[in-house]
């Protein structure tokens, strides 16, 4: 058996995130049954950070084994062939047994994307995140600087989450304007359910300028869900990346889409 890892770019919209499940269209069911087609045997992957419904992902990472003997590019486009539009494989690579997708990682780094329009738009409705209100992106980021560090993240905590501690780090967090979109990328070593959505949510409240300038520092201290803002839309929350020792030399793709 051969275990190979890929990266995966794809769209979110009309798929219930990347987890198979049984009445839904999910990524991860159709990029096993595109791998299966050219490996001619069932396929089950594992991924490095599982995405939620409307979310999508620049390169996600994933791994799965098999007997079948096909060069990287028979992986490519034979799966691409076989992918909805909205999916595709970017890489595929042999890796070492001790590879892993998800325990492997040592960070993974997500961007919120914010459209700060009066009205919103017709082209990337769907891969945006939309506000009409004005946003002061200095506060939000100002603001922002509380998380970094090792924390107790309750506040930002999604009911269900079955995680057995809300403690993260977070490596880095920035919140920068580029015309009429704000860009809110994290990375930490990991994520908590609904975390990066939650975060974004108290953010837009802080460039609003409509709550006090200690709010965000108090709810997050607080560690209590009830007292943080709303949860932000799905659509513009992207996975970047995870990143992994230098040992396992991942062909991660230098050029990004468009909102990049």
Known sequence: MTKYA???????????????????????????????????????LMCAGRTDSGVHAVEQVAHFETDAIRDSRAWVLGANCKLDKGIRLKWVVPVADDFHARFSAIARSYRYIILNTKVTSALFF??????????DHDKMHEAAQNLIGEHDFSAFRAAGCQSNTAYRNVHDITVKRQGEIIL?????????????????????????????????????????????????????????????????????????????
């Open 184 to 260: 809110l990328d994290i990375k930490a070593n990991a994520f908590l359910y609904h975390m990066v959505r939650n975060i974004a949510g108290s953010l837009i409240e802080v460039g609003k300028m409509q709550k006090p300038d200690q709010w965000f520092s108090t709810v997050f201290e607080g560690k209590d869900r009830s007292k943080a803002a709303n949860t932000a839309s799905a659509e513009g929350l992207y996975f970047v990346r995870s990143h992994y020792p230098e040992q396992f030399k991942l062909p991660f793709a230098g050029k990004k889409p468009v909102l990049f």
């Open 126 to 135: 769907d891969k945006v995140s939309w506000e009409h209100h004005p946003l």
């Open 6 to 44: 890929l990266g995966i770019e794809y769209s979110g919209t009309g798929f219930s995130g990347w987890q198979r499940q049984k009445h839904s269209k999910t990524i991860q069911q159709a990029v096993e049954n595109a791998l299966g087609f050219v490996a001619n045997h069932e396929v089950k």
